[in-house]
């Protein structure tokens, strides 16, 4: 019995049988504001197929939507286009209810699989290019390594033209909408580049390839059916464009100033900063880390040509908030950024010294020594905050002039 629970049709052969994870706020480090999704598809061939499962706590949900179209004992084959376990969770529930005749995954997908869950069946690898026929219609592997994992493959059903993308083209939004033409383009946009920024960011070359590869294969492609988020079944160019553009990390005059302060003095710094990017041409957009997540602000410095950050001096060190930024967005990579330090202190003030080694590590190009106030900023101060964003300003247009 399906219960509350009912899959929704996609195409003749095919239907969504994910769960809706209203309630997720944090999915490892990244602030999923609106939730998730946890897609997973049922191809209604000869040999019926499951795409796919989703998070354990959601495991009834998935069999319930099954079971709304079919006896979840009727499917012959499940594909697992991707081994972590927002989308492999449910998998070993699943074949011990289902008894699959097989289980397909990427040659490194079997692996992790393996390694998972210790099982003790056999996983077929399939290969790059490889198909398999499920009867009346079949299903083409593309390998997309490292986009996000070692594992990730996509699966093409040619009678459909529908493309199961996994992770790629997809978000963390949670809504009752299936289809992405059901939802206003401002927040697929945003949420799509929040996505980008915080997951597929360092693999940006790869993303790339992959969109020629893609093109290149000539495969016509009517729907992306991604793992969270909704199913793109129109504008199409619409959600590759946007993964062309993010991957390309193409600089603006945006300057991302985040900081965090302790008695105020780097917050006034940070303002003075502000005015003179602002005098310069930038954009200023300031994120204090009191009130702003560490993903948010990776999602604004992917379209942004500055990142500016500051810190006053804790026990010899930058602050806690600052540092936990740095290190994550040095695990993403970005790219095409001018970036300086600033900070106040009481006697030692290493904070500025600290980020400014932690931005020549992001390999983006740090313009100065950054700047070190003494206690509360006087006039003299704010100014020389002035001009540092003034400074800034200038190096950003000369970057955005050389793209």
């Keep these: 019995m399906s219960g509350p629970y009912k ?6 052969n095919v239907y969504w049988v994910g769960a809706i994870d209203w309630g997720i706020r944090d999915f490892h480090g990244y602030l999923t504001e609106r939730g998730t999704t946890y897609n997973a598809f049922l191809v209604m061939a000869d040999k019926i197929t499951l795409i796919d499962t989703v998070k354990p706590p959601f495991r009834q949900e998935l069999l319930g939507r099954i079971a709304s179209v079919v006896d979840p004992k009727a499917i012959s084959y499940v594909v697992s286009n991707h081994a972590e376990m927002d989308h492999s969770g449910s998998l070993l529930e699943v074949i011990d209810l289902v008894q699959p005749e097989k289980v397909f995954a990427s040659s490194m997908g079997s692996r992790a699989l393996k390694d998972h869950f210790h099982l003790d069946r056999d996983i077929v690898a399939v290969k790059d290019g ?39 083209f997809g978000m963390h939004l949670a ?99 502000a005015e003179g990017l602002l005098a310069g041409g930038a954009q200023p957009k300031l994120m204090p880390l009191k009130s702003n ?9 992917l379209d942004a040509g500055a990142l500016l950050v500051g810190s006053p001096t804790l026990n010899n060190n930058m602050y806690p908030t600052v540092a936990d930024l740095l290190t994550y967005l040095r695990g993403l990579k970005p790219q095409n ?31 100065d020594d950054g700047l070190r106030v003494k206690f509360v900023p006087g006039d003299d101060a704010l100014t020389q905050c002035f001009e540092l964003g003034r400074q800034v300003a200038e190096k950003t247009k000369e970057l955005c002039g050389r793209g």
């Design 7 to 12: 899959a929704v049709k996609v195409t003749d």
């Design 130 to 168: 490889e198909s398999l026929s499920l009867g009346n219609l079949s299903l083409t592997f593309l390998e997309t390594r490292m986009l996000h994992w070692p594992d990730n493959m996509f699966s093409y059903l040619a009678e459909e033209r529908l493309l199961f993308s996994q992770d790629a």
């Design 175 to 273: 809504t009752s909408e299936r289809f992405a033409d059901e939802v206003d383009v401002s927040v697929l946009e945003y949420e799509g580049a929040k996505y980008f920024a915080n997951i597929l960011l360092p693999m940006s070359p790869l993303v790339t390839k992959l969109l020629e590869k893609v093109g290149n294969l000539g495969i016509q492609i009517d729907i992306i059916a991604c793992d969270h988020g909704p199913i793109w079944r129109k504008d199409l160019d619409r959600i590759i464009g946007w993964y062309g553009s993010w991957a390309r990390q193409q600089p603006t005059m945006k300057a991302v100033v985040a900081f965090d302060t302790m008695w105020f003095s780097t917050a006034k710094m940070a303002e003075a900063i």
């Design 293 to 301: 997540h560490r993903s948010n602000i990776a999602t604004e410095i």
């Design 337 to 367: 950024l001018v970036a300086t330090a600033f900070g106040s202190y009481g006697w030692s003030g290493e904070a500025v010294g600290q980020i400014r080694k932690a931005l020549e590590a992001m390999k983006v190009e740090v313009v």
